[in-house]
């Protein structure tokens, strides 16, 4: 085995999307990432850290696809990855502890992690196959064991290990039961691998084999795998098949959005108004402010700290009391929806709508992550087969699909005034995500390819796993949104006590307050939008506005330009051009649609 940091292992982790592949690698670093019952989550493979005794090894979590076949960004990614042809700029660093801070693969991996899924074993022994192709050792990792026993089936181990020729371990990622044998498997198999090649490789499976692949794992199915004579489906697996069905798929689908929209409304407004309001307008705020005035003299720097717009003051109010409660409240329904399996479902109810712009149902997933950050929601096309797909897809994200933390703004913003409004604003993001889509779809080159969406099982959702991601995405928030707000909070506080934001107000007062039919202080939230989306919105809950007014610059904050992390994705995925396009689009229509409501709301105001 190699024992130098420098050559430390590589193994590789492959299997389909949505079997438990992501909660294995969680298992065996102690890293945690994304974890959905959906495809389409770890679009990017991540790198981490693991024990094989003394030794230390990278594991690898190859982006979950179903052939090598080369079909779509995800499988060309993991067949670079079994070639060792990933360079480190295509690597997503983990920040988490135990996460690695400087790799790259630059060589053929030592080991493979075959991950197959014991209840659609047919299906990924077709893909064991052709990770064998490439001979690197491997072993093979039988996850979702539960549901085998659940159903009344039973799989002989030993004779599917005797089958593939390579070591076959059972297990349940969710419980963390076999995670121990699999690192001891590891262990054995790279030890021997490095001692006795010649006896240890399993033969490679020929490319002229290709097309007698799915008889051979249809074979070896029927010989390891047995059913229950009499098999009844489960109530789950009832209403699993109902829920993708128009009725009652549909009427539940309204109700359960319903539920979901209250939850995040609800669980979050309680949240703001009797836990994280009071803590920091009370005791926080009012704390830090007597430390920094014992120590800081009056003056400019004292109000760029703690005055009307303090780093201290509206830098800890904003983030943390308008928009926190809210990310909490969207990622525990989100949470719910992925892990039950509904998410899914929901994609192949809405298939039809979809059609009708020309992508698959499965373009619902990064349409969904759009409501959380655009940001994953953009890599996530890389699940798509085309460019078109692709595109499409990413301009109905910038155009209308607000982030987490604007939501939690629209909500603070129009909630407690009008349900009506807060409301009217989500059915107008729905429209014009439609449109942008219809129109992008319309004018793009080529034709929709023939795809296929999984539907995975009904599950009963586990409050640990729930907890833990919901906590993962509120840390990921503080780090990644609320402490950059705190920072441009700062930047408005400078403008704002050196008179600045003023000249600001002046310069765009034809168009905010001509145009929009704004106050002149409403510009400051246009230019810190750039930066950070949610602030379009965020600063206008302490302006005293009208409805119609609120209502007019939600839909400009809406519709405005991607923020700048969001630009350097697209410049990334896409190319300047396309970047400058959207940027470009979305300004014109943002200032566009809001002088029209604003026009339009006077008549009956």
Same mark, same amino acid.
């Given at each position: 085995?190699?024992?130098?940091?420098?050559?430390?292992?590589?193994?590789?982790?492959?299997?389909?999307?949505?079997?438990? +592949?992501?909660?294995?690698?969680?298992?065996?670093?102690?890293?945690?990432?994304?974890?959905?019952?959906?495809?389409?989550?770890?679009?990017?493979?991540?790198?981490?850290?693991? +024990?094989?005794?003394?030794?230390?090894?990278?594991?690898?979590?190859?982006?979950?696809?179903? @052939?090598?076949?080369?079909?779509?960004?995800? /499988?060309?990614?993991?067949?670079? !990855?079994?070639?060792?042809?990933?360079?480190?700029?295509?690597?997503?660093?983990?920040?988490? /502890?135990?996460?690695?801070?400087?790799?790259?693969?630059?060589?053929?991996?030592?080991?493979?992690?075959? !991950?197959?899924?014991?209840?659609?074993?047919?299906?990924?022994?077709?893909?064991?196959?052709?990770? !064998?192709?490439?001979?690197?050792?491997?072993?093979?990792?039988?996850?979702?064991?539960?549901? =085998?026993?659940?159903?009344?089936?039973?799989?002989?181990?030993?004779?599917?290990?005797?089958?593939?020729?390579?070591?076959?371990?059972?297990?349940?990622?969710?419980?963390?039961?076999?995670? #121990?044998?699999?690192?001891?498997?590891?262990?054995?198999?790279?030890?021997?691998?490095? @001692?006795?090649? /010649?006896?240890?490789?399993?033969?490679?499976?020929?490319?002229?084999?290709?097309? %007698?692949?799915?008889?051979?794992?249809?074979? =070896?199915?029927?010989?390891?795998?047995?059913?229950?004579?009499?098999?009844?489906?489960?109530?789950?697996?009832?209403?699993?098949?109902?829920?993708?069905?128009?009725?009652?798929?549909?009427?539940?689908?309204?109700?359960?959005?319903?539920?979901?929209?209250?939850?995040?409304?609800?669980?979050?407004?309680?949240?703001?108004?009797?836990?994280?309001?009071?803590?920091?307008?009370?005791?926080?705020?009012?704390?830090?402010?007597?430390?920094? /005035?014992?120590?800081?003299?009056?003056?400019?720097?004292?109000?760029?700290?703690?005055?009307?717009?303090?780093?201290?003051?509206?830098?800890?109010?904003?983030?943390?009391?308008?928009?926190?409660?809210?990310?909490?409240?969207?990622?525990?329904?989100?949470?719910?929806?992925?892990?039950?399996?509904?998410?899914?479902?929901?994609?192949?109810?809405? #298939?039809?709508?979809?059609?009708?712009?020309?992508?698959?149902?499965?373009?619902?997933?990064?349409?969904?992550?759009?409501?959380?950050?655009?940001?994953?929601?953009?890599?996530?096309?890389?699940?798509?087969?085309?460019?078109? %797909?692709?595109?499409?897809?990413? @301009?109905?994200?910038?155009?209308?699909?607000?982030?987490?933390?604007?939501?939690?703004?629209?909500?603070?913003?129009?909630?407690?005034?009008?349900?009506?409004?807060?409301?009217?604003?989500?059915?107008?993001?729905?429209?014009?995500?439609?449109?942008?889509?219809?129109?992008?779809?319309? =004018?793009?080159?080529?034709?929709?390819?023939?795809?296929?969406?999984? =539907?995975?099982?009904?599950?009963?959702?586990?409050?640990?796993?729930?907890?833990?991601?919901?906590?993962?995405?509120?840390?990921?928030?503080?780090?990644?949104?609320?402490?950059?707000?705190?920072?441009?909070?700062?930047?408005?506080?400078?403008?704002?006590?050196?008179?600045?934001?003023?000249?600001?107000?002046?310069?765009?007062?034809?168009?905010?307050?001509?145009?929009?039919?704004?106050?002149?202080?409403?510009?400051?939230?246009?230019?810190?939008?750039?930066?950070?989306?949610?602030?379009?919105?965020?600063?206008?809950?302490?302006?005293?506005?009208? !409805?119609?007014?609120?209502? @007019?610059?939600?839909?400009?904050?809406?519709?405005?330009?991607?923020?700048?992390?969001?630009?350097?994705?697209?410049?990334?995925?896409?190319?300047?051009?396309?970047?400058?396009?959207?940027?470009?689009?979305?300004?014109?229509?943002?200032?566009?649609?809001?002088?029209?409501?604003?026009?339009?709301?006077?008549?009956?105001?």
């Amino acid at each position: 085995m190699k024992t130098s940091q420098q050559d430390k292992l590589n193994i590789l982790m492959i299997g389909q999307p949505n079997i438990g +592949k992501s909660v294995m690698f969680n298992n065996l670093t102690g890293l945690n990432i994304s974890v959905a019952n959906y495809v389409g989550t770890t679009v990017e493979f991540t790198a981490g850290e693991m +024990k094989l005794g003394q030794q230390k090894a990278n594991l690898i979590d190859v982006p979950g696809t179903y @052939t090598l076949e080369i079909n779509n960004e995800a /499988e060309r990614v993991a067949v670079e !990855m079994l070639q060792g042809r990933i360079s480190s700029k295509k690597i997503n660093h983990c920040h988490e /502890e135990g996460g690695l801070q400087d790799f790259k693969i630059d060589e053929r991996p030592d080991g493979v992690i075959s !991950m197959i899924d014991a209840h659609h074993l047919e299906s990924s022994l077709y893909l064991f196959f052709q990770v !064998m192709e490439y001979q690197i050792p491997t072993i093979v990792v039988l996850n979702r064991m539960d549901l =085998i026993k659940d159903r009344g089936e039973k799989i002989d181990v030993e004779l599917l290990s005797k089958r593939l020729g390579v070591p076959v371990i059972p297990t349940v990622a969710i419980d963390k039961a076999g995670v #121990d044998v699999v690192k001891e498997a590891l262990s054995q198999m790279l030890y021997t691998e490095n @001692t006795e090649k /010649e006896t240890s490789r399993t033969p490679a499976i020929s490319h002229e084999y290709r097309e %007698e692949l799915w008889k051979k794992a249809e074979e =070896i199915t029927q010989e390891v795998k047995t059913k229950p004579e009499i098999s009844q489906k489960s109530t789950r697996e009832i209403w699993g098949e109902r829920l993708v069905r128009p009725w009652p798929g549909l009427p539940l689908a309204g109700i359960i959005l319903m539920i979901v929209f209250g939850i995040v409304v609800g669980f979050g407004m309680s949240l703001r108004r009797y836990l994280l309001l009071p803590l920091f307008r009370n005791i926080i705020i009012p704390g830090i402010s007597r430390v920094i /005035e014992s120590f800081v003299p009056q003056g400019f720097i004292l109000e760029v700290l703690i005055g009307e717009y303090g780093i201290f003051v509206k830098g800890l109010e904003w983030p943390f009391t308008l928009v926190l409660p809210y990310v909490i409240s969207f990622y525990l329904a989100l949470s719910l929806m992925e892990d039950c399996g509904y998410l899914p479902r929901l994609g192949a109810l809405l #298939d039809g709508l979809l059609n009708k712009l020309g992508l698959p149902g499965s373009s619902m997933v990064p349409l969904l992550l759009g409501y959380g950050c655009g940001i994953p929601a953009i890599m996530a096309t890389r699940q798509l087969s085309s460019q078109k %797909e692709r595109l499409t897809v990413a @301009t109905m994200v910038c155009f209308g699909i607000p982030c987490v933390a604007q939501t939690g703004a629209f909500i603070s913003l129009l909630a407690e005034r009008s349900i009506i409004g807060l409301l009217m604003i989500f059915i107008f993001s729905f429209l014009i995500v439609f449109f942008a889509g219809m129109v992008v779809f319309k =004018i793009l080159p080529g034709n929709r390819p023939h795809t296929i969406l999984e =539907i995975p099982e009904l599950l009963l959702p586990r409050g640990k796993v729930i907890a833990s991601k919901v906590w993962s995405k509120v840390k990921n928030y503080i780090g990644e949104g609320a402490l950059p707000m705190m920072a441009i909070v700062g930047v408005a506080a400078v403008f704002y006590e050196s008179g600045i934001m003023e000249r600001i107000g002046e310069f765009f007062s034809p168009l905010v307050v001509g145009w929009l039919g704004l106050p002149a202080e409403a510009s400051v939230p246009l230019i810190l939008g750039i930066l950070r989306r949610e602030l379009t919105v965020v600063p206008l809950v302490d302006m005293d506005l009208t !409805m119609l007014q609120l209502f @007019t610059a939600a839909v400009v904050g809406l519709l405005y330009v991607p923020c700048v992390a969001i630009l350097a994705t697209l410049a990334r995925e896409f190319n300047l051009k396309i970047t400058a396009l959207i940027l470009l689009s979305t300004s014109t229509f943002a200032f566009l649609i809001g002088g029209i409501i604003m026009r339009i709301g006077s008549l009956f105001v």
